[in-house]
């Protein structure tokens, strides 16, 4: 497979025409359903996680003797960086099965208003059939993102050494998640398996890990990251349409 004959832009900058792609006219209405989802399910994980923080602080409360008090002060950033780590992959996941059929036709779409040209994949009745393959295509995902992600946080409880790699070897993880993440759903609308999906990505890894960091950064910006999946799909899709789309030309695409 060769990639090397493709435009010289960074991942960053086709996050950054996501914004712009949003906007567009004939996309707004792909946005609106998974940005919804989005919003409740974020108001109901923020008050999970609210609630079980309140009772977990006082379980330790109670269950510390008062000479251990000091210990509260070693375990309280411990069981609030486990609480938020463990809620924000539940988040993630539910977000990402619920939202997959809604972002694999966004991908469409955009790929559609960037080339030109109709992608076949049927009518309403086809995408319901769909569903199975599409949910499997997350669960391909999760089963790659489960042991990689405890592996790194093992890391964290390795004293001294542990606390401080962690948080950089995290975000580079998180990165390359994102773009995984983003960047299947246009590969999956033309069938690219999961593996050559990967490594396509990895043959372009600067552009594939800068779009991941920027995926990464703008998720941890209040109100910003409600937004941050569609415009992550726009941008991952105008980057398959420049970088990957002429290699993996298939009969999805509908006669010209």
């Known amino acids: 497979m060769n990639l090397s004959a493709t435009p010289a832009k960074s991942g960053i900058q086709y996050f950054m025409d996501g914004f712009s792609l949003i906007k567009q006219p004939g996309l707004r209405r792909f946005v609106v359903v998974p940005l919804l989802c989005n919003l409740v399910l974020f108001a109901g994980a923020l008050m999970l996680a609210i609630n079980y923080l309140s009772q977990l602080m006082q379980w330790v409360d109670a269950s510390v003797p008062s000479w251990l008090d000091w210990i ?30 809604f972002n694999g036709l966004l991908a469409e779409k955009v790929e559609q208003l960037l080339t030109g040209k109709q992608l076949y994949t049927g009518g309403a009745m086809d995408a319901v059939k769909d569903l199975p393959r599409v949910f499997g295509r997350e669960w391909q995902k999760l089963k790659y993102y489960l042991p990689r992600a405890l592996l790194v946080l093992i890391l964290f409880f390795i004293p001294i050494v542990g606390q401080t790699v962690f948080p950089v070897v995290w975000f580079i993880f998180s990165a390359w998640m ?44 209040p109100i910003v990251n409600f937004i941050v999946m569609p415009v992550a799909i726009c941008g991952a899709t105008a980057m398959w349409v420049d970088k990957y789309r002429e290699v993996y030309r298939n009969n999805r695409i509908a006669p010209e």
């Open 72 to 101: 509260s002060f070693l375990l309280w950033p411990l069981l609030i960086i486990a609480i938020l780590v463990v809620f924000s992959f539940i988040f993630s996941a539910i977000m990402n099965w619920i939202a997959a059929p």
């Open 178 to 221: 994102m773009a995984i993440q983003y960047c299947d759903y246009p590969f999956d609308n033309h069938k690219v398996s999961f593996s050559d999906m990967k490594l396509a990505l990895s043959k372009t890894r600067g552009s594939s890990m800068s779009f991941g960091v920027a995926v990464t950064l703008f998720s941890m910006i």
